[in-house]
């Protein structure tokens, strides 16, 4: 009886544990295949990111890109029309201050043929001539109406820079045609009398202020003084200097020969170079003495100095105005050349008066 219920339990218990292990072994199955499918699905998606991001960013770069084109190519197109505008501009310049006068006997002496460099220069100083008279009239109501020294101060300081400006130009302008400068082609003809390597002769202009700055303190006499001497002294080691080099360029060319001329002019060439270097060395000693006045000088007296300076520039391009408009006759009477010189002491006198009130 017992063997039977042993017998008898012996199969409930297989299908118990075969009920019980069935179930566990289908939920088992798929928790395992599960993670594999969902890693494969996961791996997809982070790599669609990744993919998207980089996209994203390419986009976002090639958009950058082109809006930096867009910008550069605008800036281009708006500098070239500044360029045409200003090209416009000097050339009426150009024009009206030959109608003026200023160019007189100028850039055209050989038929009118001068260098693109020479011509833009000549457009340049023309436009720095008009705001040379506005500088001028500047200070002169700056000094009539006794403006505090700090409100002068910032005047000179502009016109300081505005000579420097010209001196600039004139660099630029040596590179190109340094015969245009040293030959005072773009000057007027009463200028080109007083000219040196292209410009005026510092001690002399040092000379003439001095009369015309009195009172002078003891210290400010020793520094004028000391700069007279000095800018004799570069004057006279750059006249030199030319000379030699004016001797050295005669003795290449007159000693070439018929078979070897062609290599003698090709060494005078390369000694015509060293004009540009006097004309630099000596624009920068003019340079170097409208700096030291402005410093050995107090502010009021500078801007009388300037004043002077401009005003005596201004009557030698109203000298040139006048020869050039003057009766050609070959006899002046003595009547006349008196009258003349009378009328010149008058001027002189009315010009000394009128500094004297500042």
Not at 77 to 101: F, K, N, Y
Not at 146 to 158: C, F, K, P, Q, T
Not at 317 to 322: D, G, H, I, T
């Amino acid at each position: 009886m017992i063997d039977q219920m042993h017998h008898l339990q012996i199969p409930q218990q297989l299908e118990v544990a075969s009920a019980s292990n069935s179930p566990r072994t289908g939920i088992s199955q798929p928790q395992l295949a599960r993670p594999t499918s969902e890693k494969r699905r996961g791996a997809g998606s982070n790599s669609e990111r990744m993919l998207d991001a980089k996209t994203l960013r390419r986009l976002a770069q090639n958009r950058e890109a082109a809006k930096k084109s867009r910008l550069r190519k605008k800036a281009y197109v708006q500098q070239l029309e500044s360029s045409r505008i200003r090209l416009s501009q000097l050339e009426q310049d150009l024009q009206r201050a030959r109608s003026q006068g200023f160019f007189m006997g100028g850039g055209g002496g050989a038929g009118g043929n001068i260098s693109s460099g020479a011509a833009i220069f000549d457009m340049e100083y023309a436009r720095w001539l008009e705001d040379d008279h506005k500088h001028m009239t500047e200070i002169r109501t700056a000094l009539q109406a006794h403006l505090s020294d700090g409100d002068l101060r910032v005047i000179l300081d502009g016109y300081i820079t505005h000579y420097d400006e010209i001196f600039r130009l004139k660099g630029v302008a040596a590179k190109s045609d340094v015969f245009h400068l040293i030959t005072g082609m773009w000057t007027t003809p009463a200028e080109r009398c007083f000219l040196w390597m292209g410009g005026f002769r510092p001690s002399e202009l040092v000379k003439m202020l001095t009369a015309q700055l009195d009172p002078l303190t003891e210290q400010q006499v020793m520094g004028i003084y000391n700069l007279q001497r000095s800018t004799e002294q570069a004057e006279g080691a750059l006249s030199q200097g030319l000379e030699q080099l004016q001797q050295s360029l005669t003795d290449t060319i007159a000693s070439g020969s018929v078979n070897d001329s062609m290599h003698h002019m090709a060494v005078a060439l390369g000694k015509l170079t060293n004009l540009e270097g006097f004309v630099r060395q000596a624009d920068n000693l003019r340079q170097q003495t409208l700096h030291q006045l402005h410093r050995v000088l107090t502010v009021r007296q500078a801007a009388r100095c300037f004043l002077v300076i401009g005003e005596y520039y201004g009557r030698l391009r109203a000298l040139s105005s006048l020869w050039a408009s003057r009766p050609r006759e070959t006899f002046i009477g003595d009547d006349i050349l008196c009258q003349a010189t009378t009328d010149l002491q008058m001027v002189q006198q009315s010009s000394q008066n009128h500094f004297s009130n500042f």
